[in-house]
């Protein structure tokens, strides 16, 4: 198993401490399937039923992490699931899926569109 270095296995747990939370999560998982538009905070908030304020600190905490992106348009912000960086933390809970007991070789895995799967 290769050995990532210490300031990006702390990064990715990082990550997911912000998801920790059932609200959280449930933002993301909403977020990804709203993808690629994305939602504005006032539809987030009638969907999960969310008060305004929670809203806003989890999505903050989520932006910080990087997992979520916003843009403003007008007065009002628009939220999208930051796929390319959840990709990442996939791709770091696989990156060495099944190599130990030898189920997988790790010839067979490929890198497809930021995501590590394995060859069919």
């Known amino acids: 198993m290769k050995q990532l270095p210490d300031e990006q296995v702390t990064?990715?747990?990082?990550?997911?401490?912000?998801?920790?939370?059932?609200?959280?999560?449930?933002?993301?998982?909403?977020?990804?399937?709203?993808?690629?538009d994305g939602m504005f905070a006032g539809e987030?908030?009638?969907?999960?039923?969310?008060?305004?304020?929670?809203l806003?600190?989890?999505l903050d905490k989520l932006r910080n992490e990087g997992l979520v992106?916003?843009?403003?348009?007008?007065t009002f912000l628009r939220y999208t699931a930051n796929t390319g960086t959840l990709g990442q933390?996939?791709?770091?809970?696989?990156?060495e899926c099944c190599t130990r007991n030898k189920a997988i070789e790790p010839g067979?895995?490929?890198?497809?569109?930021?995501?590590?799967?394995?060859?069919?």
């Open 69 to 74: 992106c916003v843009t403003r348009e007008g």
């Open 108 to 120: 067979r895995i490929v890198q497809i569109e930021g995501m590590e799967t394995t060859k069919a």
């Open 89 to 95: 933390l996939l791709n770091f809970l696989y990156a």
């Open 11 to 36: 990064k990715y747990a990082d990550m997911f401490a912000a998801m920790g939370t059932e609200s959280r999560l449930r933002i993301v998982q909403l977020l990804l399937s709203a993808h690629p």
């Open 56 to 58: 806003s600190h989890h």
């Open 44 to 54: 987030i908030q009638a969907e999960l039923g969310i008060s305004a304020s929670n």
